[in-house]
């Protein structure tokens, strides 16, 4: 094993498995150098002097959960990592703020109240209920999913009475949010989905020779993932009703760090079941010219995918329709069980004190 590293006198030696012993001499000199020079010595010198790290990237309307833990925490040292090596980072909030999910809650937020755009006041707890609700009448109720469709349509043509609406669950999104991201003290900045929808007919221009028709939707086949029956996997670029999908934004949002942002490395943390939309997103932008394949120079992107956290049951949490424990609760619990801890060990020590002053 210790042939397979880089000749370096940090490392003192080591054995299979993940036991590595720092020389205490490279440890004196370092920390030394550290005291003299200052910690900046320590950051490794990359290359490269901007970077977008898109993170944590929740959906607007719904409830943070355990899994928004790991792209909070994974994104954040990520980023500070690159700031720490003298990069500037581009901290991007990539919200879901544009999917079929607004058709759906603003179809179910006017039924129930048709001036809720102006009168309408909501905590985000009752808008993650309202979607569960709207999920639900989407899937049973084919006259409600037509509508909710055309809502989408009319939420992204610009329909004031639609914009407003979606303003305000933006804002109640975002209030909440903002106030779990800076218990965490986790930075990043907001822009989302709905962010790149002006650039995606430039886009979709600059991509035409890929775009392909696929039985009433525009796709985007790549050229590596295979699907069932051994069918090539696509993006969905325009969807039959001619709306934009998840994977439209992704290609402007690419386009747009690269080409407006000029970041030399675009970071996406999510959980690993994007794996394959990422490398599709990629795959496209190799193939258009925005990014340089293989070539190791830059640009250049990467996906980060963490492991999902799953439910008790074994199966994926879907904040849609199960009942996934919330992100605020989870933490509110680990700081009453440590604040209990302590309490408890300043409780013994007081005793143990106490004997040993009495003995
Ligand atoms: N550019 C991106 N696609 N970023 C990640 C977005 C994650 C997405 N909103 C989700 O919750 O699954």
């Known amino acids: 094993m210790m042939q397979n ?10 054995s299979v498995g993940v036991n590595v012993v720092l020389s205490d001499n490279w440890i004196a000199k370092t920390i030394k150098k550290m005291l003299v020079e200052g910690i900046e010595t320590w950051a490794p010198r990359l290359i490269i002097k901007r970077a977008v790290v898109d993170f944590p990237s929740p959906n607007i309307a719904k409830e943070l959960h355990v899994g928004h833990l790991r792209t909070c925490i994974i ?6 990592l690159l700031e720490f090596s003298n990069v500037e980072v581009l901290r991007r909030n990539h919200v879901g703020d544009w999917g079929t999910q607004f058709g759906m809650l603003l179809e ?10 102006v009168e309408g ?3 985000l707890n009752d808008l993650a209920a309202l979607y569960k609700k709207a999920n639900a009448r989407f899937k049973e109720d084919s006259d409600f999913k037509e509508r909710a469709q055309k809502s989408v349509v009319r939420l992204q043509g610009g329909e004031v009475k639609y914009v407003k609406a979606w303003e305000k669950i933006r804002e109640i999104s975002r209030g909440a949010f903002n106030e779990l991201f800076s218990r965490l003290g986790v930075q990043s900045e907001e822009m989302g989905e709905s962010f790149y929808g002006k650039y995606i007919p430039e886009v979709l221009e600059a991509l035409s020779d890929q ?4 039985d009433g939707t525009r796709v985007i086949f790549s050229e590596h993932l295979l699907g069932k029956g ?13 709306g934009y999908s998840y ?4 290609l402007a949002a690419l386009w747009y760090r690269v080409n407006q942002e000029k970041a030399d490395w675009i970071i996406y943390v999510t959980d690993v079941g994007q794996k394959g939309h990422f490398q599709m997103v990629f795959e496209a932008a190799e193939r258009a010219g925005w990014l340089p394949g293989n070539d190791p120079c830059c640009p250049k992107a990467f996906h980060v995918g963490f492991g999902l956290v799953q439910a008790e049951d074994g199966k994926r949490l879907r904040t849609r329709d199960s009942e996934v424990p919330r992100l605020v609760d989870l933490l509110d619990e680990a700081k009453n069980c440590s604040k209990g801890k302590i309490l408890e060990l300043i409780k013994e020590k007081k005793s143990s004190d106490q004997l040993s002053e009495d003995s």
């Open 247 to 250: 994977d439209t934004t992704d």
């Open 121 to 123: 006041q909501l905590a």
């Open 5 to 14: 590293f880089p000749n370096s006198e940090m490392i003192e030696s080591c």
């Open 108 to 117: 179910l937020i006017f039924e129930e109240n048709p001036n809720w755009d």
């Open 211 to 214: 775009v392909k028709d696929d």
């Open 75 to 80: 994104g954040d040292a990520i980023a500070r």
């Open 230 to 242: 051994g069918k090539p996997l696509c993006l969905i670029v325009v969807k039959s009703d001619g």
